[in-house]
C-alpha cells in the first residue's frame, strides 16, 4: 500500500506512484482492487467533509446575521428549559453569538421563571427556522446565568435606554386584574432618561449558552438533507448525517 499521504493526494499523482512502481494503471480502475477502494474511500470522505464544513459556515453565518439584523428570521428563536419534567418554551432574541468555543446568548429579567428552571436544570434546547432558506437548526446546549459579570455589564451598556424600559417594570408572569405592558405609566409612551433606566439593571440578566450539538435540517423539494454536528468534552468537532 502506498503512504497515507499519497492516498490523500490526487488520482493522478497515485497513479504516478503506481507507474513507477511497475503497477499496471489498470489497478487505479479496477474496483475490486484495494488500492482503488481506499482511493475512493478517501475520495468520497474529503467530498462529504466540504458538504459538511459548506453547512457549518452556512449555520454560522445565519447565527451572526441573527444577532446584526432584527429582520433575520434567527434574531428570534424559540428557547426551551424544563421544569418538573415538563417543557417550558418561549421565544427570545438572540443577542450575542461566538464560535470559539460556539455559544449564544439573550437578555432577560431576573425575575423570571426561566432563571430557576435553568438554576434547577442548566441542560436547554434552541430551535431556529429559516423559512427562505428552509433551514431548521435544533441546539442543546448549557446555560450560564450572568447578572453581575463582565459579560452583563457590557450587555447593559448596549442595551438601548426604550429597551431598558422592560427591565424598569414589573417582573414577568404575574397574574394580575387587568392586561398590563408592566411598564410603568411614567415611561410608557417615552424613552426614559439614563437616570431613569439604570433602575432596570438590578432586574437585567443574561443567559449564555454553550451550542454542544447542532441538528439541521434543510427542506427540499427533492429530498430533504439532515446533518449532525456535535462538539465533544475535548471541544472538537464531530460530524455525521442522519435521515431526516
Known sequence: MPPLSLIKSSRNRLRNWAAKRGYRS???????????????????????????????????????????QRDHPFHT?????????????RVVVLRRFWRRPPCIAFHTH???PKIKEITNNPQVSWLFYHPQ?????????????HIDDE???EQWLATGFFSRRCYVGEAPTQI???????????????????EESEVGRANFAVI???????????????GN???LFVWNENGQLETSWLTP
Open 77 to 89: 428563536p424559540v428557547f426551551a428549559t424544563s421544569a418538573e419534567c415538563k417543557a417550558n418554551l
Open 26 to 68: 489498470i489497478w487505479l480502475t479496477n474496483l475490486n482492487c484495494p488500492l482503488t477502494q481506499a482511493v475512493l474511500t478517501y475520495e468520497k470522505y474529503l467530498g462529504q467533509t466540504r458538504i459538511t464544513r459548506r453547512i457549518l459556515k452556512n449555520v454560522w453565518k445565519n447565527l451572526d446575521l441573527g444577532v446584526l
Open 176 to 194: 394580575v386584574k387587568k392586561a398590563t405592558s408592566g411598564i410603568p405609566e411614567e415611561i410608557i409612551d417615552r424613552q426614559p432618561t439614563k
Open 133 to 145: 432558506e428552509k433551514l431548521q437548526l435544533r441546539v442543546k446546549g448549557t446555560a450560564t446565568l
Open 110 to 112: 431576573l425575575d423570571s
Open 208 to 222: 449564555s449558552s454553550t451550542i454542544d450539538s447542532i441538528d439541521c435540517l434543510e427542506l427540499d423539494v427533492k
Open 225 to 227: 438533507r439532515r446533518s
Open 151 to 153: 459579560l452583563a455589564e
